[in-house]
């Protein structure tokens, strides 16, 4: 099975920061990542697909890239509703895995 | 409009049976790749199975052999039977679309919760 891992675990940041987020995958997947935003209580909302290409209706501050076993979330301009876990899922192969997530959360 | 209504969840003793729904609007179900994924109290998320539009089924390996995945085309309803539950297996269980049948989910149910308790 493919791990996926990802850091930080937390993250504390501001509104108007920019924010990094990091998965790496314990072998390639090319460029088969996706990257999800979910909010307590919620099901999951898909908010980049094959590493780089912005899901319809999310906004442009929203970036994601790599490829192989590096990969980077980023969210040029921290706002209110941004606050919340973010899973990045490998879909190269079956299983399908999520890493661990990443909480941002307010400073 | 594409929407994904779970149902099914409850309490159930370990080693029960439950069976999970999901009623699928907007879309047809069996021209689509769908997805089972759970997410147990406080931790990530978990693929836990695949229906192709074919009608070929994966599983992970924590629920092989035990869970099964179906679908019922004249109700455009997707089903998780869940037997030999284990207290593990306790979690809130999201229906998903796949994505043009690539392996990302761009619309989700809102979730049901299973709890496997004595």
């Known amino acids: 099975d493919i791990q996926m891992t990802q850091s930080p675990s937390t993250l504390s940041a501001s509104v108007g920061d920019r924010v990094t987020i990091t998965c790496r995958a314990s072998?390639?997947?090319?460029?088969?990542l996706a990257w999800y935003q979910q909010k307590p209580g919620k099901a999951p909302k898909l908010l980049i697909y094959?590493?780089?290409n912005l899901e319809s209706g999310v906004p442009s501050r929203f970036s994601g890239s790599g490829s192989g076993t590096e990969f980077t979330l980023t969210i040029s301009s921290l706002q209110p509703d941004d606050f919340a876990t973010y899973y990045c899922?490998?879909?190269?192969?079956?299983?399908?895995?999520f890493g661990p997530g990443t909480k941002v959360d307010i400073k | 409009e594409v929407q994904l209504v779970e149902s099914g969840g409850g309490l159930v003793q370990p080693g029960g049976s439950l069976r999970l729904s999901c009623a699928a609007s907007?879309?047809?179900?069996?021209?689509?790749?769908m997805s089972w994924v759970r997410q147990a109290p406080g931790k990530g998320l978990e693929w836990v199975s695949v229906?192709?539009?074919?009608?070929?089924?994966y599983y992970a390996d924590s629920v092989k052999g035990r869970f099964t995945i179906s679908r019922d085309n004249s109700k455009n309803t997707l089903y998780l039977q869940m037997n030999s539950l284990r207290a593990e297996d306790t979690a809130v269980y999201y229906c998903?679309?796949?994505?043009?049948?690539?392996?990302?989910?761009?619309?989700w149910g809102q979730g049901t919760l299973v709890t496997v308790s004595s």
């Open positions: 998903a679309r796949d994505e043009i049948s690539s392996g990302y989910w761009g619309y």
């Open positions: 907007g879309f047809t179900v069996s021209s689509n790749y």
């Open positions: 229906i192709y539009s074919g009608g070929s089924t």
């Open positions: 072998q390639s997947i090319s460029n088969w």
């Open positions: 094959k590493a780089s």
């Open positions: 899922q490998q879909y190269n192969s079956y299983p399908f895995t």
